[in-house]
Nanobody, 117 residues
Framework: QVQVMEYGGGLAQPGGSHNLSCAAS????????MEWYRQAPGNQRVLVAR???????YVVDAVKGRFTVSRDYAKNTMYLQMNNLKPEDMAVYYC???????????WGKGTPVTVSS
């Protein structure tokens, strides 16, 4: 059973930094995409960042210049480095992994990030 699990949620101050990680139970070399989504209360779950199998990366405009996404193949882990946090970044952050050979998607259970002074 493939598992995806997020780590690192917690409290951060506005303007501060926080790191999230997403660990997969299988090698990332077989993963087409790994993505970070977030869902704020009352809102839909939305894409935040993506890493692709070709090494390319993408972040949405709302976090561009503040968030950085990366993969560590040796650790089967994806990271989200969040800088200059804003109150609107407060949400539950989810990791989604799409397996390359069959396109199946696997979601983590989410980790909450609170941005407050």
């Amino acid at each position: 059973q493939v598992q995806v699990m997020e780590y690192g949620g917690g409290l951060a101050q506005p303007g501060g930094s926080h790191n999230l990680s997403c660990a997969a139970s299988e090698t990332l070399f077989g993963v087409r995409t790994m993505e970070w989504y977030r869902q704020a209360p009352g809102n839909q779950r939305v894409l935040v960042a993506r890493t692709n199998i070709d090494g390319s990366r993408y972040v949405v405009d709302a976090v561009k210049g503040r968030f950085t996404v990366s993969r560590d193949y040796a650790k089967n882990t994806m990271y989200l480095q969040m800088n200059n946090l804003k109150p609107e970044d407060m949400a539950v952050y989810y990791c989604k992994m799409t397996r390359n050979y069959d396109g199946r998607e696997f979601w983590g259970k989410g980790t909450p990030v609170t941005v407050s002074s």
